[in-house]
């Protein structure tokens, strides 16, 4: 998966500016930097939640030109491969847990129902929600309707999971929850985009680690060198001093 120098605005502002970055399969990448910097339009632009004015996005056998009318079809192609994760999980609230998760199966992929619910009934078990299935959203803690949604998003096998900011809606202890799952995953070799500000949670599971600030690319590359003492960027380390709480010092 790759994006090459896409530019995104919004009214006169500019919010991504020539941005190119490579998403390794395989890998967990993730997107740190201040609000309102371009993380999340960078990831949404990955599903085409939001569409770049310009530039090129490659994905398996897909290159699309942002600058050109993108069809339907390969909106929809892309989409099957990217399952997509909000901090307000989206769940269908008059379907089930088990309603939910077979829903983008059975409608998009065309699988049969029975082997549907197999499948659902097994990631269940996986985000330890086995016994949920006839549970309604409604009756869902915060933390367990956002494993429901990992598990939605891993029903459709996709190649890709992107995840913007699952946990910033949940308290500590429910956030744990989410994340034992997500490293769960990031073991399995599952290939993730995660926008998160949650920094001790950044440095576990991050593959590599990308800083946007003013819709640029500050930071690419190694997380181990982005969280290093030794990190000559002094406004990376403000930040990480920021996110951590250092500055209170």
Do not use: C, W
């Amino acid at each position: 998966m790759r994006l090459i120098q896409i530019n995104k605005t919004y009214g006169d502002k500019t919010v991504l500016k020539d941005v190119t970055l490579d998403f390794p399969i395989g890998k967990v990448t993730v997107l740190v930097g201040p609000s309102g910097s371009g993380k999340s339009t960078i990831l949404r632009s990955l599903n085409f939640l939001v569409t770049p004015e310009s530039g090129q996005y490659d994905f398996n056998d897909h290159q699309i030109d942002f600058s050109q009318s993108i069809s339907n079809k390969e909106k929809l192609a892309v989409r099957r491969e990217t399952g997509m994760v909000f901090q307000d999980y989206n769940l269908f609230p008059h379907k089930t847990v088990l309603g939910n998760i077979i829903e983008g199966p059975t409608q998009v992929l065309k699988m049969g129902k029975k082997q549907a619910i197999k499948v659902a009934k097994e990631l269940l078990a996986k985000v330890g929600l086995a016994d949920y299935g006839d549970v309604y959203p409604s009756e869902l803690s915060g933390g367990q309707a956002q494993r429901v949604a990992i598990a939605r998003a891993l029903a459709m096998k996709p190649r890709y999971v992107l995840l913007d900011e699952p946990t910033s809606a949940l308290d500590p202890e429910l956030e744990l929850s989410v994340l034992k799952v997500l490293l769960q995953l990031a073991h399995e070799k599952q290939s993730m985009v995660l926008v998160t500000h949650n920094m001790a949670f950044a440095k576990q599971i991050a593959d590599k680690i990308i800083f946007v600030e003013n819709g640029e690319i500050i930071y690419d590359g190694d997380p181990k060198k982005f969280f290093s003492q030794d990190n000559s960027s002094k406004r990376i380390k403000n930040f990480i001093a920021s996110m951590t709480m250092e500055n209170l010092k």
